[in-house]
């Protein structure tokens, strides 16, 4: 079982549709980041979390530590959105990632 | 905050030959992690750096690895006598101690190995 489960693997959304990627993880961790990883290969840190809520522009990340669970929404969704949707958790200077999500928004 | 940058953006290298992958800038009071991603799969951590040493590594990072700071700006991942399978995307990020402890990532080296 990976440490770090994503849903879902690919996700199609029309332009202005609000979206919700979801994150498990089975390990203790010190934080949480939701990294945006573009078509030609960069990756971006969009948040770090280790408890609550964080909101920037149109992404908002929440995660649950009790429960295991992150979630990043993206509101009124545009097609520059489109990317991997990647998560991944911190503990002792190791981090383990999730397969990511591959979100497609069209115009 | 300065960027990470990566060089060589793309190398190509025969099997068994080393290759070193280089990023800057390195500061003491930063953390510097390396990852990989081969091609279609997921980001898998490397090692992790701190104050001139290995601070966490993953059961990858065995002894065909090794991590320097040769001339204490760049931070360099080392592969000796490389295998195709060591083809991917290197990445290279790193993490100031204070403040957001946002990771901040460098564009890619892209190995391949023929």
């Known amino acids: 079982k990976n440490e770090v489960e994503q849903s879902p693997q690919n996700l199609t959304a029309q332009e202005g549709e609000f979206i919700t990627i979801n994150c498990s993880y089975s390990?203790?961790?010190?934080?949480l980041h939701w990294l945006q990883q573009h078509p030609g290969g960069g990756i971006v840190s969009l948040f770090m979390l280790s408890s609550g809520k964080k909101k920037h522009g149109r992404l908002i990340a929440t995660i649950n530590i009790q429960e295991k669970h992150s979630s990043l929404h993206i509101t009124a969704s545009h097609p520059r959105d489109s990317a991997v949707y990647i998560c991944a958790v911190y503990n002792n200077n190791d981090m383990r990632f999730g397969a990511g999500t591959r979100l497609t928004v069209k115009p | 905050e300065p960027e990470v940058t990566q060089t060589p953006s793309h190398q190509v290298t025969q099997m068994g030959q080393e290759v070193i992958l280089r990023c800057v800038p390195i500061s003491n009071h930063l953390y510097f992690y390396w990852y990989r991603q081969i091609l279609g799969q997921k980001v898998e951590f490397l090692v992790s750096f701190y104050n001139n040493e290995i601070s966490e590594k993953s059961e990858i990072f065995d002894d065909q690895f090794s991590v320097e700071r040769p001339d204490g700006s760049n931070f360099t991942l080392k592969i000796r006598s490389t295998k195709l399978e060591d083809s991917a995307m290197y990445f290279c990020?790193?993490?100031?101690?204070?403040?957001?402890?946002?990771?901040?990532f460098g564009a890619g080296s892209r190995l391949t190995v023929l």
């Open positions: 390990v203790g961790i010190s934080a």
């Open positions: 990020a790193r993490r100031l101690t204070t403040g957001a402890n946002v990771l901040t």
